[in-house]
């Protein structure tokens, strides 16, 4: 396709001028978490100075992130295994089979994703303490507690866009395989899933971003053994004072996951999040 | 293998109609048989039954005169091709020639040796390395044809194959599977909506409609004798003049058929089955080849004007208006007569197909029989 040279620089100009308007405060707040504590809020701001990394060292190893790091590791990527586990098998369910009920449940699920988290945080803090009470099952404060109440949000958003994917594909696909000597478990395993992948990946990526960077219901349902990276985060505002050094460099540990991530995964994304259609 | 299909009941809950009511089937073993229909027929839901990928609510399916009505897909030694699917698209031609026989844990060697051996029967030993994107529509489904065949299913089943392929290739592949069904003496079940394929590719042909089956027969009965209305409407193209009339028979037993305008002779050989049968209400058919353009009046001559042509090459296809009612006509383009013109049709009689107003069965039938 070829685009008129006059609509060329003006769509590249709007989008330099929307990407200039979004990396402002991120390549400021990023310089910031290498600034010396001294020139964190000189005004006007110091664009060039000596880079330290005297700011991670303190919220790394001094305030112990690197446990609230590992937390978010742990809390994300189990989150999203699990999501995948349980939802990729559940969106085939929905693509492939009408049953009782199916596109009730299938509107039922979508909802779910529309919920507010705070809607869902205090009832899973009231269920969570009931469970421990009745039957000693503890899941406040613990990674397991937190992976599960993710899934409220992850699953709704795995079984909508991995149904999306399969959707697109023709049943006869699956059927062939079927026919030439597979179950439907080993056609979907040999044949289906490998064409799905991309779209895997950027449902796993999607999810793992919700996860990486969900505050609210960390808030009210982790505590001092599973608290999250977002978390740790918030400590750096206190009272009055805002230490905002600090607090970048813990945003720049929180960014470069998904940042990188994306980089590396940008072509699978694109041919997921788009079906391939721009190829 | 010989297939059986006993009593086979397949109801959709959500359509109108049963998408299968009670078909009795049998398909001898190495015959290519045709299932021929329009859209909704339950050509497609049969082969799927038959495939295993859709359960019958009642009857059995056998081959060999195996029941297997309840296994699985993969345990009925069938082999399927689809219209909308040909290739794995992860897998270039060549693992997706192999991955049939994978499933059976043959050794490396041996899947080697077969894949190539299969590739090379429908022309495609030079495409093995390729990708699913270098290869076209037509190459596409030649490897479906081959991942079909490395199995050695004992049917092969094919649900309109060609659909999805332009005009040339279509006829050519057509001609490829004729020839592939001829080497390999294997039972053929092939799907398809399109009358001029059915006719040419299959030894028996199966015209279904509405979940019934209508008549089998080889392309010549279903052509010439049809059984009932719908055959006679599906089947040939350009289709066949019908029309409502009904029967007058003289004393003398000379009978006539009646229609909008104008009255027909009928030959003297269907004079035994119709001879009480005066003022019996018929569909009447005749086919547009038999319709013949005469320059002098005589018997079962009707006069008409010329509405329209179409050239189909070596012939025409005209539209003759005969008292309102327009009739297709083919003649030798040679022959052929302007739009707008007058000219003389004669009907001939031994052509002529005489249905029963009601049940839409064929009168002539038996008689027709006779006369063969």
Redesign the interface.
Known sequence: MVVPVRERVLSYAILIAMAVLVLIPVVAGSLTAFKPQIIWISSPPVWFFEPTLENFEFVLITRQNWLHLRNSLIISIGSVVIALILGVPAAYGFARFRFRGSKGLMQWLISLRMIPPIVVGLPFYAMFLFLERATGLGLRDTHFGLILTYQTFLLPLVIWMMRGYFVEL?A??E?????????RI?ALW??VL??VWPGIVATALLNFIFAWNEFFLALILAGNNTSTLPMAAGTYIVRARVEWGNLFAVNLIIMMPVIVLTIFLRQQLVKGLTFGILE | MKVVLKDLVKDFKSADTVAVNRINLQIDRGELAVLLGPSGCGKTTTLRMI???EQPDSGRIYIAERDITDL???D?R???V????SM???MNVYDNIA??LH??KMDRKEIDRTVREVARLVNIDQLLERSVRQVSGGEAQRV?LA?AMV?RPEVF?MDEPLSNLDAKLRVQLRTEIKRLHQDTGTTFIFVTHDQEEAMTLGDKIIVMNRGDIQQVGTPHEVFFTPRNAFVANFVGTPSMNMLPGSLRVEESGRIFVGLPGFELELPRRFEAGLRRMSSHHVIWGIRPEAIRLVSAPGGNCVPGVVELVEALGSRDLMFVRVHDQLFGVIVDALDSVAAGQACLLHFDGAHMHLFDAESELSLLLDEKAKGA
Not at chain 1, 175 to 183: D, K, W
Not at chain 2, 82 to 85: L, V
């Open positions: 023709p006869a696909m059927e062939s395989a079927m026919v030439e000597g597979y179950t080993g040999r044949v490998p064409v | 495939a295993g990928l699985a897909p993969k009925r069938v082999a399927m689809f219209q909308n699917f794995y698209p992860t991955f049939p499933a059976i479906a991942r199995r089943l």
